[in-house]
């Protein structure tokens, strides 16, 4: 099973910018299908963005459309979020998640992966 492991996040003001990465280790990254969620207090954990495993595809929350660009770099076994125009409404625990696929598809729910790092904190302030 891969392990994860999140960066990059950390305090920043309204319309700032922060790239997270996602680190993975123990298996091979290109094999795993790859998403990032976030989960602010006292609300559920909910889709961010989504990738394949080759990069070819990707999905997005509305409310990130425009503004988040997920990618991945499989010889580095690294997964980015770059956010851009960040809103307070932003601030969350995001996490990045892996599901071992054989195909090409994307996985939007959190409950399709089995594999969750431990999360890096994002503030925006207004």
């Known amino acids: 099973q891969v392990q994860l492991v999140e960066s990059g996040g950390g305090l920043v003001q309204a319309g700032g910018s922060l790239r997270l990465s996602c680190a993975a280790s123990?298996?091979?990254?290109?094999?795993?299908?790859m998403g990032w969620f976030r989960q602010a207090p006292g609300k559920e954990r909910e889709f961010v963005a989504a990738?394949?495993?080759?990069?070819?595809?990707?999905s997005y929350a509305d409310s990130v459309k425009g503004r988040f660009t997920i990618s991945r770099d499989n010889a580095k076994n690294t997964m980015y979020l770059q956010m851009n125009s960040l809103k307070p409404e932003d601030t969350a625990a995001y996490y990045c998640?892996?599901?071992?696929?054989?195909?090409?598809?994307?996985?939007?729910?959190?409950?399709?992966?089995?594999?969750w790092g431990q999360g890096t904190q994002v503030t925006v302030s207004s």
């Open positions: 990738i394949n495993r080759s990069g070819a595809r990707t």
């Open positions: 998640a892996a599901q071992g696929a054989t195909g090409w598809g994307l996985y939007l729910r959190k409950d399709e992966y089995d594999t």
């Open positions: 123990g298996r091979t990254f290109s094999g795993y299908a």
